[in-house]
């Protein structure tokens, strides 16, 4: 699970642990885990500055999930440049077929 916030002091978090009074939070998918209370968890904060991939720091306690987060990130980047050229060269090929005429 992420959690996500546009701007850090827009929410006053500099730095420090971050807790809540909350007994749940609200996900905006199905979680498959096993419910558990007090329990460690991560806030992920530091992001790359282009495409925003979740970054590791020496601590992560599950650094599996941040690989697999990027590798889905990087595989959808992939996805979108591979249908982008497929556009690009039918588009090629519309335009050579036209000044054959």
Known sequence: ???????REQIGLKTGKLSTEKYYLILDRNY????QRNVEYQVFKDFTPYCRF???????????????????LIDNKFFNIDNKISELEQKIKRLEKGNNK
């Open 1 to 7: 699970m992420f959690l996500f916030w546009d701007d």
């Open 32 to 35: 498959a885990g096993k419910t």
């Open 54 to 72: 979740p970054l590791m720091s020496s601590f992560t306690l599950s650094p599996h999930i941040i690989y697999n987060k990027d590798i889905h």
